[in-house]
């Protein structure tokens, strides 16, 4: 058959073309538009919550860095309701967490328990050591699980609603996991020496620790708070003038208090007797005893009289040439002493240096 003719394109057919043409025009520029839309949205958002979180990360290391360890980790809390798996924060918030539990302390009106207002802190820091300990390896593992074995003993001696062996538990599972581990040498070692473990074996530990150079301020804090609250336990003013001699050699520093209750328990005439102080200044040699005495005397000199303070100091030198075997030369100068204190009846030290003329005489 031959072939039909194609029906002429009516006026009609030609304006309805190019009305559907633009139609699919207008409707792909609105979706790029609406896209467009979109992303420019999800980019400012983006950008808001990240300046938001660099605010308020900025924040937390504030806080830390002042010791409020609390509002620290909370601040960081914050962060992790947007992102519960952000490993900066976490960590962040894990490194803050531990130095909570390095300078934990509890501000009470006087009469009233710390034990509750511990509780409720500790309930907070506990999760976030755990669950950084879990998502930590090797020596990092450590360091947290020595934190936790701390906030297990604080949960004990300061909260005082913890009574079984976490606390140890935790501090050896460290030291297994790394035999170096400061933070395990130290807390075990304090540890001991509050909970009446071996007095030898708990000066290795903190020995131990010492001997890493790492966290050297954290670890004189135990050592000298350690020994202080030890001080009835035989050898313990010893241990305490070598690290107070260690750090005065290192140049390392030690606040006035501490430094004042290093001095009362080792060298204070008026409260310490001849074999308590023959302990402390016998555990240096000599010099290294006279230098340390000093540098502790320093803290608590305010309010003495300079005469008072110049014949302790020759009365400390004489007990040190008694010390060092040269009898002779000592008993002179207890002798000499004597002589000066008449003008000053009714001290201590005078009826100190009666005592030691008596023995060096009969001796």
Known sequence: MPNE?????????????????????????????ATVAGGMTWI????????????????????AAQGDYQASVETYAA??????????????QLNTAMLWAENFSMLVAEGQSAAEPAGRALDEMMPILESGLTRSKGTRAADVQAH??????????????????????????????????????????DWMLQN???????????????????????????????????????G????????????????????????????????????TNH?????????????????????LEGAGSEGRSDPLRALTEEFIQANLLEISGQATQALRQYWDLQLRLRALPGTSLQD???TAVHRLSTS
């Not at 003719?5 to 609105?30: C, Q, V």
């Not at 976490?166 to 400061?182: C, F, G, I, S, W």
């Open 5 to 33: 003719a194609a029906a002429p394109e009516t006026g009609s057919d030609k304006t309805w073309g190019f009305l559907m043409g633009w139609i699919g025009r207008i409707t792909a520029i609105a979706g790029l538009c």
């Open 44 to 63: 400012v958002a983006h950008h808001r919550q990240q300046r938001e979180r660099t605010a308020q990360l900025a924040l937390a290391q504030t806080q």
């Open 79 to 92: 962060i992790l309701k947007v992102n519960p798996l952000d490993r900066v924060v976490l960590e962040s």
């Open 148 to 189: 936790l074995g701390w906030a297990h003993w604080l949960n004990q001696c300061i909260a005082e609603r913890e009574f079984g062996p976490a606390a140890e538990q935790n501090l050896r599972a460290a030291l297994a996991t790394d035999p170096t581990n400061v933070y395990a040498h130290a807390m075990l070692g």
């Open 196 to 234: 009446g473990g071996d007095f030898s074996i708990a000066i290795q530990q903190l020995e131990a620790a010492a001997a890493t150079g790492k966290a050297r301020p954290f670890v004189r804090s135990l050592q000298i708070g350690g020994l202080v609250d030890s001080y009835d336990q035989r």
């Open 236 to 271: 313990a003013r010893a241990e305490l003038v070598k690290v107070a001699n260690s750090m005065r050699a290192g140049g390392e520093p030690l606040n006035p208090v501490e430094k004042r209750r290093v001095f009362d328990v080792c060298c204070n005439v008026g409260t």
């Open 275 to 295: 074999e308590e102080l023959v302990e402390s200044l016998s555990a240096v040699p000599p010099h290294d005893a006279w230098l340390t005495y000093l540098w």
């Open 352 to 354: 100190e240096v009666d």
